[in-house]
């Protein structure tokens, strides 16, 4: 694989149906992105999708000069569904990763392939990346910081939609107020740039995130 001095992130966006009835009456479509992260020392998976995201996260993978069995650690913001329904084929695809996610999230998260998903916790490190603790979503959310490229993975801690920012719906989150507080914690950091897993980027992403702070 080619080997990046200056980190890449490439992001694999893909829509997820919902029938009636589970947000509303209605049938609702959103995207969900997982990340392909390539630096000096290899690659990390963050995030798997949902079922059937094995080719797009390829492509991904393709973009940035490596293969599935390139990808030494594939790590899951959180439990969810929609972040953890590709993991099977991914993990089967790249047999010599380790699985991580944050500790009170792990053990939600059946073993693959034999392979234990192993716990997260503050100041942990995988491949360029420092570990946050950012519990709210889910009692074991992770945001991850590339620091070389001053740039947060935030999960599902925040999203956007047309250019605003919006925390997730509350049916999905388990605590709050809780999510509240580490998104305060997240944007003392001051972060250049911060992908959403619910989203697109926006420019100004620490201004955003003060201003939803804000809101009554």
Do not use: N, Y
Request: charged fraction near 15%; aromatic fraction near 4%.
């Amino acid at each position: 694989m080619v080997r990046h001095p200056t980190p890449l992130v490439e992001p694999v966006v893909t829509q997820v149906q919902v029938p009636p009835g589970v947000l509303g009456p209605e049938p609702v479509s959103f995207e969900v992105r997982c990340f392909v992260v390539a630096d000096a020392g290899g690659v990390v998976l963050v995030d798997t999708g949902t079922p059937g995201s094995r080719g797009s996260i390829g492509a991904a993978l393709a973009k940035v000069g490596a293969a599935w069995s390139d990808v030494s650690d594939i790590v899951l913001t959180h439990s969810h569904f929609d972040h953890t329904g590709g993991l099977a084929e991914s993990a089967e695809l790249a047999p010599g990763a380790a699985v991580w996610a944050g500790a009170q999230d792990a053990p939600e998260i059946p073993p693959i392939g034999g392979r234990a998903v192993r716990s997260l916790t503050e100041g942990d490190r995988v491949g360029g990346m420092l570990v946050f603790e950012t519990p709210g979503h889910t009692p074991g959310h992770v945001s991850l910081l590339h620091e070389a490229a001053s740039t947060l993975l935030i999960g599902d801690l925040v999203g956007s939609i047309d250019g605003a920012l919006t925390f997730g719906p509350s049916a999905f989150t388990a605590d709050p107020a809780l999510s509240v507080r580490s998104l305060q914690r997240m944007a003392e950091l001051g972060i250049d740039r911060v992908l959403f897993s619910h989203g697109g980027e926006v420019s100004d992403p620490g201004a955003a995130i003060r201003q939803l702070l804000e809101r009554p």
